[in-house]
């Protein structure tokens, strides 16, 4: 079974400066791929970034990016020049190919403050 | 020209009625799943379904059961409502693909949620 871990239940940051949310996960899986989706307290859940496990690779989407270390089952999320808007709560997600197996981590409440 | 839908957005009842949520996605997606979130927001998986395979959480209780009269709807039914059943319901949607396909198989696509509430 998978598991996947965010050791943070909550984080705060100062409005542009940089934060990391981190998350780890633990699987038998070689073909995967790894998600963070934002969920800000209007409660839609939205997609942030996602990194397939065969990429070494790190993906980048904007002011977002990740650092995947697939051998230390890894993902952590990098958000730079942090924005009021993305006060949230995160969630690490591992999903494996054709609908297979879907796992969410606890989340990580993220505040920006001014 | 939303994504994925749910109706209702709200749903209050008594305990032990029967209710339905309903998902719709207009994105040709061939695979649906109903999520369910508590109320510590923790996030659990409980059905993905496609038109060749259900695959059920072995958690979830068989009072919830997953409808799909199509491939663009998936409906979930919840029959002698409980406590318990108090939660945020998400219908995501996917494109199931292989190894080296497009950058959007296998993201979920999630809709607005279905707040439960059930007295």
């Known amino acids: 079974a998978q598991t996947v871990t965010q050791s943070q239940p909550e984080m705060s940051v100062q409005e542009a400066e940089t934060v990391t949310l981190s998350c780890t996960y633990d699987?038998?899986?070689?073909?995967?791929?790894l998600f963070w989706y934002k969920q800000p307290p209007s409660r839609q859940m939205i997609l942030v970034i996602r990194?397939?496990?065969?990429?070494?690779q790190n993906a980048t989407e904007n002011r977002f990016s990740v650092n995947f270390q697939k051998a230390a089952k890894s993902f952590s999320l990098k958000i730079s020049d942090s924005q009021l808007g993305d006060t949230a709560m995160y969630f690490c997600?591992?999903?494996?190919?054709?609908?297979?197996?879907?796992?969410f981590g606890d989340g990580t409440t993220l505040t920006v403050k001014p | 020209d939303t994504a994925v839908s749910q109706t209702p957005k709200y749903l209050v009842t008594q305990m032990g009625n029967d209710k339905s949520i309903k998902c719709e996605q207009n994105?040709?997606?061939?695979?649906m799943y109903w999520y369910k979130q508590d109320s510590k927001k923790f996030l659990k998986i409980m059905f993905s379904?496609?038109?060749?395979?259900?695959?059920i959480n072995e958690t979830v209780p068989n009072r919830f059961s997953p409808k799909s009269p199509d491939k663009a709807h998936l409906n979930l039914h919840i029959n002698s409502l409980e406590l318990g059943d108090s939660a945020v319901y998400f219908c995501?949607?996917?494109?199931?693909?292989?190894?080296?396909?497009?950058?959007?198989?296998?993201?979920?696509?999630f809709g607005p949620g279905t707040r439960l509430t059930v007295l």
């Open positions: 995501a949607s996917s494109q199931v693909g292989n190894r080296g396909g497009a950058s959007s198989t296998d993201t979920q696509y």
């Open positions: 994105l040709g997606h061939d695979t």
């Open positions: 997600a591992f999903i494996t190919p054709n609908a297979g197996k879907s796992t």
């Open positions: 379904y496609n038109n060749k395979e259900l695959i």
């Open positions: 699987t038998s899986e070689n073909n995967y791929y």
């Open positions: 990194q397939e496990a065969y990429k070494q």
